[in-house]
């Protein structure tokens, strides 16, 4: 459980993860209200002895089904403790199913999409939330609630389920079928306030700016006297967490920083100098391209990239590690998402994508002990944290870049040259997001390199160059992701640019697919 010793008393809502895709959503609004608030799965809930501090129960949609005979359930006894419980989609059939209702499978087959979402009671869970008694929700069901529990009453219904919406007000038990955390559902986000505010009564109790203090206190209690060090890659998350760290105990912090060579056009002299000078960190830093273009040379498997390069920034680190006198923890960047994700709610494993790389993920064979003061967080939480410790707001905003760089957006065999023509042409495009105002609007915007050549024509010459291809994407938090809308002026400007200004490149093409079915980074 993710509650360290300070967080006990501290009073939260639990979000009961029954591995919807959405759970994580949930908690996010829950920490926009300011509360505070845990994803915990069902073991982790049961283990549960004291509730004193639970302030109300959130249950999640999930894949199960409570028509079989075998599906996850919570104790009969939580709706005794006098709790406020909302059960979203899942939760709500596991309410019903558990306090006496009926559900079953719907004769058509799955409700998925866009509903009109009619009133049939006042609700304090709706308040605000209906114009002209309707709304717009966002389904994903196939299993229905056919008879209430005792003592339930209907308050909303679209043409396809009759209750959709329900609830024991006296009990304070309430569930939905609909998903008030997608923001398909115009307006969800009332539903989560109305629940949280209104129903469990909580109190802004999650604040960054006093977060941020406690962590650095628990930072300088946990530290005490002995060293840490810290890989610093230039992205938000080590950058906080160095600040951090600093601020707790200065002179017993050391940063690294790995220059690989496959970082954007200048972005690690920007960085160095933005710790060493402006945050007067103590930064170490060592310059490895050499080494990163020879064990890259000819490999075309992108597996084959993200492994060399993982393994690379190991064998650095634990060389530099070394050199540092007692040392006795490694200060990382794990954030939220990476603890709930690495939890399932099913014990599964989801399947592996891409086997993901980061400095933050380094070194499970050191003997050090791990710090990782953001492990609460989400990202835009530490981008918050980020603020409030004055950090650079360019480097607040900066879009995700991935632990093995441009080598996955070269696609085929990486040369000291590609890198050079990538790294141009991806300045271009990212100053010019900048310019137009557009980068804060993007999640992620970058160029990469097809291993393509094809024919052009430049001033009555024929050339034979490489094709650049632009990715740029929104979304909110890198599990799905859709193509940004460019307009095709912006668009042809970009491609001009980059055929006018970069040598090497005569083509250029915009990536419109979404996640899924591609990911964000091509390899
Ligand atoms: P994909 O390509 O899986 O990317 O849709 C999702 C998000 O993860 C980033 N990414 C990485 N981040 N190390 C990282 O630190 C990696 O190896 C890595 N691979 C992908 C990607 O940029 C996007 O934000």
Redesign the pocket.
């Given at each position: 459980m993710l509650s360290a010793d300070n967080q006990k008393e501290k009073k939260k809502i639990i979000i009961i993860d029954f591995g919807s895709q959405l759970t994580k959503l949930i908690a996010r609004r829950v920490r926009e209200l300011g509360v505070y608030c845990e994803i915990l799965n069902l073991k982790e809930f049961k283990r549960i002895k004291n509730f004193n501090s639970v302030k109300g129960i959130i249950l999640s949609g999930g894949p199960s089904t409570v028509t079989k005979k075998v599906y996850p359930k919570i104790p009969k006894n939580i709706f005794e403790k006098k709790i406020p419980i909302l059960g979203i989609c899942y939760g709500l059939q596991l309410i019903s199913k558990v306090l006496g209702g009926k559900i079953k499978k719907s004769q058509r087959k799955r409700e998925f999409g866009e509903a009109i979402l009619k009133e049939k009671l006042k609700s304090i869970l709706f308040k605000n939330f209906f114009t002209d008694k309707k709304a717009k929700v966002w389904m994903s069901h196939q299993d229905a609630v056919f008879k209430l529990p005792k003592n339930f009453k209907n308050i909303a219904s679209t043409n396809n389920s009759k209750f959709t919406a329900i609830q024991n007000e006296k009990r304070r038990i309430y569930g939905i079928q609909f998903h008030p955390e997608a923001t398909h559902t115009k307006k969800g986000f009332v539903i989560i306030k109305n629940f949280i505010l209104k129903i469990c009564k909580m109190k802004r109790n999650w604040i960054i700016g006093v977060e941020k203090n406690r962590i650095i206190k628990d930072l300088k209690n946990k530290i005490k006297n002995d060293k840490v060090i810290c890989a610093l890659s230039g992205?938000v998350d080590s950058s906080v967490v160095a600040l951090l760290v600093n601020k707790a105990i200065k002179n017993n912090l050391k940063c690294i920083m790995v220059d690989t060579g496959l970082l954007r056009k200048n972005e690690f002299k920007k960085s160095y100098s933005l710790f060493k000078y402006k945050y007067r960190l103590n930064v170490k830093l060592i310059n490895s391209q050499k080494l990163f273009f020879n064990k890259l040379k000819n490999i075309i498997d992108p597996e084959k990239k993200?492994k060399i390069i993982g393994s690379l920034f190991i064998k650095i680190f634990e060389q530099e590690a070394k050199k540092f006198k007692n040392v006795k923890y490694l200060a990382q960047g794990t954030l939220y998402p990476d603890i709930i994700e690495s939890k399932s709610s099913t014990g599964s494993k989801s399947s592996k994508?891409?086997?993901?790389?980061?400095?933050?993920?380094l070194p499970k064979k050191m003997k050090l002990k791990l710090i990782e003061p953001l492990k609460e967080l989400f990202k835009d939480e530490v981008r918050n944290l980020g603020k409030s410790l004055k950090l650079d707001s360019l480097l607040l905003k900066k879009?995700?870049?991935?632990?093995?760089g441009l080598a996955?957006r070269i696609i085929g065999k990486i040369t000291e040259k590609k890198i050079k023509i990538l790294q141009n042409a991806d300045d271009i495009f990212i100053k010019s997001l900048i310019k137009y105002r557009l980068y804060d609007k993007i999640?992620?915007a970058y160029a990469a390199l097809l291993p393509i050549k094809t024919v052009g024509v430049m001033g009555d010459t024929r050339t034979f160059e490489y094709t650049c291809l632009l990715r740029a994407v929104t979304?909110e938090d890198?599990?799905t992701?859709a193509k940004y809308n460019f307009t095709n002026e912006f668009l042809s400007k970009i491609s001009n640019k980059i055929i006018n200004e970069v040598s090497g490149i005569n083509r250029v093409v915009y990536d419109i697919t979404s996640?899924p079915p591609?990911?964000?980074?091509?390899e």
């Open positions: 992205g993200r994508i891409k086997s993901h790389h980061n400095v933050g993920g879009h995700p870049f991935p632990g093995p996955i999640w992620q979304s890198g599990m992701a996640k591609s990911t964000i980074e091509l």
